[in-house]
Structures are given as structure tokens and as C-alpha cells.
């Protein structure tokens, strides 16, 4: 078998096809600039069953929906990369043009960028297509 036939577990993908994805937004997020050009995002979050459970037991009952607003304020170089994201460029492109702006060495805008995409990811903020 090849190299470029190894199978992978179902439900992931390969490095090659995570750097082509594009990351799109949550259209739920929405985004405010600070003066110094930082930018907050809001997105919401449901409350898992355990700490709904927990706010219960201490008397301060969830919503109806169990769904809270959250916030997320990006440092300078986490609100470059949220520009970037526009469902159009592809992961590789952006980390491209992150390393150029920020004159960077490749290898090291690309972990920046796709351990924030990551987490962009893990929160709901985005998503990948």
C-alpha cells in the first residue's frame, strides 16, 4: 500500500485535505471592533446537561433553552486570521497570506493558524467545507 493510499479512521481527514477545506463562519457570530482594532465575537453556546444539572442544584436555573451567550475577544493576530475567513480561501491560502503579513516562517503560521482554527472549531464558530 502507498503511502498516499493509507486509510485513516472514519470521520477524520488527512493533512492535505484539512488544507484545502475553507473555513466558513457561524452565521450565528457576531462580531464587534474595539478601537484598537481587536475584535470580540458572540456566539451561543448550549449549556451541557451536567452543569445544567449542577446550576439546578444550586438554585440558578439555566433557560428554557439551556442556551448562554458567550464572548471571545481575539488578540491582534487572531482577528487577522478571522479576516481572513470568508468560506472562499482554503486553509493553506490563508496561512499563506498570514505568513506574508506577519513574515513569518511557513511551518510556523501554519501551526498558529490551525491550532486557532481548531479551536475556532471546537467552540462552533466555524465550520469547515
Known amino acids: 500500500m502507498k ?3 493509507k486509510k485513516h479512521p472514519a470521520g477524520t481527514i488527512t493533512r ?10 457561524n452565521r450565528d457570530v457576531r462580531e464587534a471592533y474595539l478601537e484598537s482594532g481587536e475584535v470580540v465575537l458572540s456566539y451561543p453556546r448550549q449549556i451541557r446537561p451536567w452543569v445544567a444539572g449542577l446550576m439546578k442544584w444550586t438554585g440558578k436555573m439555566p433557560g428554557k ?7 471571545l475577544q481575539l488578540d491582534i493576530l487572531g482577528t487577522a486570521v478571522w479576516s481572513l ?3 472562499k480561501r482554503s486553509v493553506r491560502r490563508m496561512i499563506d497570506e498570514f505568513a506574508r503579513q506577519y513574515q513569518l516562517h511557513p511551518k510556523e503560521a501554519e501551526v ?13 464558530v466555524i465550520g469547515l467545507k
Open 16 to 25: 492535505n485535505e484539512a488544507l484545502q477545506s475553507r473555513p466558513v463562519r
Open 65 to 71: 433553552n439551556r442556551i448562554t451567550p458567550k464572548k
Open 3 to 5: 503511502a498516499s493510499e
Open 85 to 87: 475567513i470568508d468560506g
Open 112 to 124: 498558529a493558524v490551525t491550532r486557532f482554527l481548531h479551536d475556532l472549531g471546537k467552540r462552533g
